[in-house]
């Protein structure tokens, strides 16, 4: 179930968004000003957000600062004015991860601009066991929470998913993914590495998902 936070001064807005998410089976958590938005984003698990401008343009940029903080990879789709839709800083917009639509538009039309943004998304997900890795912000999120990677963390983490089930040596690992000769790098730099990746794996899944080391062979995600 997709679980979308729907933050708009207008009730009608919010009833007609709320209505439109039932029939796909997405849960819609409506609050009605900037203060219920940003109570609801540090207890609930969102999705996605819709984020009327009538809110206030202060409490947008209070609730996109703690997306960041929260849940960097959570699409928001804005529901603004036309004026404010091409006018420079009034919606805080992310390039390439959110979306603005011009209202008023009606429920089913912001459900659908939604599921377009959420289908973007999600091709920046990597599934790794019940945990996922969204690879523009290196957010790894998993039953137990979220974390954030290093970009060399993301890069070693998708390389050994990508050969799950298959043990991969440190040679392959050091050429791979440090860009080392065959056959040449330090070997602590990948044991260092996998043990901050177990430490992160452990504290997004639950322990879930697991690098074993096989011993003088090379590593394998379970």
Not at 40 to 63: C, I, K, N
């Amino acid at each position: 179930m997709v679980t979308v936070l729907v933050a708009a001064q207008d009730e009608s807005l919010r009833e007609a968004v709320s209505a439109a998410l039932s029939p796909r089976g997405h849960e819609a958590v409506a609050v009605r000003d900037g203060a219920a938005a940003r109570r609801a984003l540090l207890s609930v698990r969102a999705d996605a957000l819709v984020l009327s401008t009538d809110l206030g343009l202060p409490y947008l940029q209070e609730l996109m600062e703690l997306v960041e903080e929260e849940q960097p990879s959570v699409p928001v789709l804005f529901l603004a004015t036309l004026e404010e839709r091409w006018s420079p800083g009034a919606v805080p917009r992310r390039q390439g991860v959110d979306g603005v639509m011009v209202r008023p538009c009606t429920g089913h039309q912001v459900v659908q601009e939604l599921s377009r943004l959420l289908q973007r998304s999600e091709g920046d997900l990597l599934p790794i066991g019940t945990a996922y890795l969204h690879r523009p912000s290196r957010e790894l999120r998993g039953s137990s929470g979220s974390v954030m990677l290093t970009a060399t963390e993301a890069a070693l983490l998708e390389y050994l998913a990508r050969r799950r089930g298959q043990v991969v040596p440190v040679d392959e690992l050091l050429a791979k993914v440090w860009g080392f000769p065959q056959g040449e790098g330090p070997a602590g730099t990948v044991r260092a590495h996998i043990r901050n990746l177990r430490t992160k794996l452990r504290m997004a899944s639950g322990g879930e998902v697991r690098i074993r080391t096989v011993h003088r062979h090379g590593y394998l995600l379970d």
